[in-house]
């Protein structure tokens, strides 16, 4: 295996150089994880799938866990703020919620090999979704959700659960509209939306 010797090039090329190892190991990484599973990977597979010599990953990451955190964090800075901009622009109920599945389907069947190792690490997703900008993404949702109520937009309903239920049905559905031959963003994004508004109505009156 090769490794860059960082120190020896100039401030400039030096800082292009962490940056290509660091994507080197997050590309080889989500390909690993993927392929394996989370349980079954170990530091050494994802090094000999960078080329890189193995003392070069612990210069950019302490462990396994520490990967797959910034993979998910990557994920969550791609998709974030297409959600926010799809939030923001929304004059009613049903397009605020329609939007937001449409982009986050769309960006998921887009996103393919992304999303079929975070598939693939069902169960470490489920341990790994504190990581900072995940939880990030889940307080801009929950910020919206407020902004939403007191605009009128959103029905006056319990935020604190609308926020987990659109999140759980996201991240379920989304599980599901990629097993299919002929996955349909829009379908499904119009699925989920009727599902919610419907049952808000009912919220909202009381029960």
């Known amino acids: 295996m090769s ?9 400039g090329k030096r800082e292009q150089t962490k ?3 660091r994507q080197a190991i997050l590309d080889a990484a989500r390909a690993v994880f993927a392929e394996l599973g989370y349980g079954a990977t170990t530091v050494r597979d994802i090094i000999r799938r960078t ?3 193995s003392g070069t990953f612990y210069n950019y990451f302490r462990s396994k866990e520490e990967v797959f955190q910034a993979l998910m964090d990557e994920s969550a800075l ?3 703020p297409r959600l926010k901009e799809e939030r923001l622009k929304a004059k009613t109920f049903e397009g605020f919620l329609h939007g937001m599945f449409a982009v986050f389907f769309t960006y998921v069947l887009e996103d393919n090999h992304g999303y079929e190792m975070m598939r693939a690490n069902t169960g470490a997703i489920r ?6 900008e995940v939880i990030a993404g889940f307080e801009e949702l929950r910020v919206d959700i407020d902004s ?7 029905p006056d309903v319990d935020a604190e659960y609308l926020t987990a239920s659109l999140i759980g049905i996201a991240f379920e559905m989304a599980d599901r509209i990629v097993t299919r031959d002929d996955p349909d963003p829009e379908e499904a994004a119009r699925f989920a939306t009727e599902l919610v508004v419907g049952g808000i109505a009912k919220v909202a009156a009381g029960g």
């Open 3 to 11: 490794e860059t010797n960082v120190a020896s090039v100039p401030p």
């Open 19 to 21: 940056a290509a190892n």
């Open 51 to 53: 080329g890189l010599a």
């Open 78 to 80: 791609r998709i974030r």
């Open 127 to 132: 341990v790994r979704m504190d990581t900072p």
């Open 148 to 154: 939403g109520i007191a605009r009128g937009v959103i």
